[in-house]
């Protein structure tokens, strides 16, 4: 929190200046390595997605089949708004409002799917469990007493805070002059 109000106050945004494409491009390499681990991760571990939704046939059959109906749906359709992103089949504009919130409106879209009626509507799908209250899992309060701290922690928490404020820093700034290109 110290290094992220230092850089405000100093107005650490002119220092973007020194920062060349290179080091942009490399943020962005850690992006795309970050998910394509990810995607790894659920290929080998496909047999927890499957978990997931062959769990969906013990609330019914046509539970299960819908769950796997909306699961491809997702997918085909996602994919189908990046498709018509680099087609040119719309106006511009449209193209790139599909491409840039395809994914969020895909996503939006199909939360609701199940409620829209008829035979949807009755079918009963098993959801993830939450707690009645707002409240932490282990029931520790919100904020960390951090005077409670011991100095040997705080010191041992310093580097992860410059690793996060770099990410941080480097996140925001190259966000915003993606966006004003």
Known sequence: MIMHYGIAILNGVVFLKYVTRFSCDVFGFYVCAIYIQKGVQVCFLSCRLRQVLVSQFEAGQSSGYLSIAI??????????????GRSKLFRHAVRIFLTDYGTILTIVFFTGFPHFGGELKSTQL???????????????????????????NIFLAIPFAVLLTILFYMDHNISVTVLRV
Request: glycine letters at 10%.
């Open 71 to 84: 699961a491809l749906l997702v997918l085909i359709v996602g994919m189908s708004f990046q498709v018509i």
């Open 126 to 152: 098993l959801t993830l469990p939450t707690s009645p209250a707002f409240e932490t899992t282990t029931g520790r309060g919100w904020l960390v007493d951090f005077w409670t701290l011991s100095v040997g």
